[in-house]
């Protein structure tokens, strides 16, 4: 005689109920009932294809269709009361099912497993965060374009080591960004792509003896075609993986981008003013706005990516095919997406926002003998010296600058000569900030007319 307490969906071949203990380590409801929506989806296809194929009665394919739907509306409205006992959303679902319609609730898991249920759900469950993924990267996009567009032309320095390098412009920056970001897209896409084959049919592991329509169902879902092979798809968690792996790049450009904000907004910096919608005051010190969003998304990569080791760790000794370990896919997942949709946001939101300093970006372009390598080149190209003995020349006049506290442009003629005669007094022209931009025309360089090319380029991409 079966344990009254024993499992309603597998107690048949137990003795007692699970302890305490296993109960709580073992039910997932806690979570995965946010794929509620996915898991009735996944169930109604089913149903349908069940019927199509004779394997259930239209009756009891209808009776199923319908009651999912009154099931899940109980759970949209808040209704519905999830129980640990039940473990999963799959079986929490089901049972309530049975009570609703009864006994046809019992045929729904014909020639399926919870392991390709599970496995179809999360998919679904992804691929719409991919989707939402790309919405929130072309929208970031396209502030960081609209940003380009109107500082297109507005020096700045550039930097390497974080010291001043070469004069560039604001509109080069913000396409820099745009290209990081671009390919944080293609990455989704691509992603996204890959991942759309459906597990549902692969049941627990074998297949089934069932004369099911693998087609049907996946077809229902969206998915492009049926997993090929049953044993990969219900242990299969590429897509999660590389959905963790996606954000976890997208969220170092993210970060890289807000430690930029961080510093740009400091008082000693004044690249940018953030806006006052994304930024906080000290409870202390009256004067202060801090660029807490620019903060907090330069440190959700740490939890992004700390959800890509520890899934990847999850699954990296398991064999084929499906094992319990891989419930603590979920969790990482959900925290990862959440977390990653609103840094997108944050930062679009911060992008659109803020203003660029024109004036301080201006001054600053001019300082830290910005333009040595323009002097250099100037050299090159006028006098036909080396470009070795340019830079010796050109290094001796920036000592001569620091030395006397001033900048290049601010040494006389006279100064010049005296460490190289050639020397003329057209050198003038090449060490103004602007000109050094302007002759950056290489493809790709940071001369005006070259970021508005790209701007164009990618607004014709957004376009579609
Ligand atoms: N809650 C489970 C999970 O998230 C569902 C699959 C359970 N399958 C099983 N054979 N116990 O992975």
């Known amino acids: 005689m079966t344990d009254q ?111 390709d249920q599970v496995a179809t759900d999360f998919k679904l469950w992804v691929r719409d965060q991919f989707d939402a993924a790309e919405k929130g990267l072309l929208a970031l996009i396209k502030a960081l374009v ?36 671009g390919r944080d897209l293609s990455r989704v896409r691509d992603a996204r792509a890959r991942m759309n084959e459906s597990p549902l049919g692969a049941a627990a592991l074998a297949g089934t003896s069932f004369p099911i329509d693998r087609d049907m169902t996946a077809s229902a879902l969206g998915f492009d075609r049926p997993a090929a092979n049953s044993l990969d798809a219900v242990s299969d968690r590429d897509f999660a993986l590389e959905f963790l792996s996606t954000a976890s790049i997208c969220a170092v450009h993210l970060s890289r981008f807000a430690e930029e904000l961080v510093i740009w907004s400091s008082a000693q910096f004044r690249f940018v003013t953030l806006s006052d919608r994304f930024s906080t005051g000290s409870s202390i010190m009256p004067q202060k706005k801090n660029p807490d969003a620019a903060e907090l998304i330069r440190a959700k990569v740490g939890r992004i990516f700390g959800a890509n080791t520890a899934l990847m760790m999850v699954m990296k000794g398991l064999p084929l095919a499906y094992s319990k370990d891989m419930q603590e896919d979920k969790e990482q997942v959900f925290d990862a997406a959440d977390n990653w949709m609103l840094a997108l946001a944050a930062m679009e939101g911060m992008v659109k926002d803020m203003t660029g300093n024109r004036e301080s970006l201006a001054a600053a ?47 006389s003629l006279e100064d010049m000569q005296g460490v190289h005669e050639g020397i003329t007094e057209d050198i003038f022209t090449v060490l103004g900030v602007e000109n050094s931009v302007n002759s950056r025309m290489s493809y790709g360089g940071t001369a005006p007319a070259q970021v508005r090319a790209q701007v164009k380029r990618w607004k014709d991409i957004l376009a579609g």
């Open 146 to 181: 609209d940003q380009a567009e109107a500082g297109a032309d507005w020096v700045m320095p550039g930097f390497t080591h974080l010291q001043t390098a070469q004069p560039v412009t604001w509109g080069h920056h913000m396409m820099a960004y745009v290209e990081m970001f």
């Open 5 to 115: 307490s024993s499992n309603q969906m597998w107690g048949g071949r137990f003795a007692a109920g699970p302890d305490a203990i296993m109960e709580a380590i073992n039910a997932s409801i806690g979570f995965d009932k946010r794929m509620a929506a996915q898991d009735i989806a996944g169930s109604r296809a089913h149903a349908a294809m069940l019927a199509a194929t004779g394997v259930i009665t239209d009756n009891d394919a209808e009776a199923i269709r319908e009651g999912l739907l009154t099931v899940l509306s109980e759970i949209e409205s808040g209704g519905f009361q999830f129980s640990t006992a039940l473990e999963d959303i799959h079986m929490n679902v089901e049972a309530r099912l049975k009570e609703v319609i009864g006994e046809p609730a019992g045929r729904l898991h014909t020639g399926r497993s919870r392991n």
């Open 365 to 411: 372009a001019g300082s830290g003998f910005s333009t040595a390598t323009d002097l250099a080149d100037w050299m090159v190209r006028v006098l036909k010296v080396p470009f070795r003995d340019a830079h010796h020349v050109t290094g001796a006049l920036v000592a001569m600058a620091e030395g006397r506290g001033c900048d290049l442009p601010d040494l």
